[in-house]
């Protein structure tokens, strides 16, 4: 195991600030991240609750949040999301579980292993199947899913705009 999850705290918040930086530098999706991309610190950003109850209303649903942290020197290498229960809107594009990895960290694992570890979160809270979904062209990411057991449903349009080509493909992974 390379890495763990962890709750944000402030010993990290250099990290995360750090870390939405090389998102926004790098023109990323904050796929999993509560909102980091819209907040300019990280008091602002772990009031998640309050901050994200304003923001979606009616639409709004808790999160678990994690980063996902190396073992070896406690980098933040990425971030990654549990909803829960779905909302109709996560219930049609987005899922139970979100998440990123910095650009510099991509291509060696920690997007499955982070999911890996979600999974154990997602059935302490009683889960016995979540959805998770990705952009069809994002093959990065359907490959972590199916190597943690995703099974495609469907295709959808991507009504919302979440993604690049316009389909989201959506799974299901048996807890």
């Known amino acids: 195991m ?7 705290t402030n010993e990290y918040a250099e990290q995360v600030m750090r870390y939405k930086e090389d998102m926004l530098a ?16 990280f008091s602002e950003w772990i009031d998640f609750e309050n901050r994200l109850k304003r923001k979606y209303g009616e639409g709004y649903v808790p ?13 933040v290498v990425g971030i990654i999301d549990y909803r829960h229960p779905l909302s109709p809107f996560l ?3 987005g899922g139970n579980v979100g998440y990123s990895v ?5 291509r060696k694992g920690y997007a499955s292993e982070m999911l890996k ?11 016995e199947k979540i959805l998770i979904t990705c952009d069809k062209t ?9 190597k943690n057991g995703g099974k495609l ?17 959506r799974y299901w992974i048996t807890l």
């Open 2 to 8: 390379y890495l763990k999850l962890v709750r944000p």
């Open 153 to 169: 449903e469907n295709e959808i349009e991507d009504d919302a705009g979440l993604g690049e080509c316009g389909i989201i493909q």
């Open 91 to 93: 219930f049609q594009y």
């Open 63 to 75: 999160s678990e949040v994690y980063l996902g942290v190396r073992i070896v020197d406690e980098k």
């Open 117 to 127: 570890l979600m999974l154990d979160v997602c059935r302490e809270y009683g889960e």
């Open 138 to 146: 994002n093959d990065a990411s359907r490959r972590t899913i199916v």
């Open 102 to 106: 910095l650009p510099s960290e991509r």
């Open 26 to 41: 790098n023109n990323d999706s904050f796929d999993g991240c509560a909102g980091l991309e819209e907040v300019s610190s």
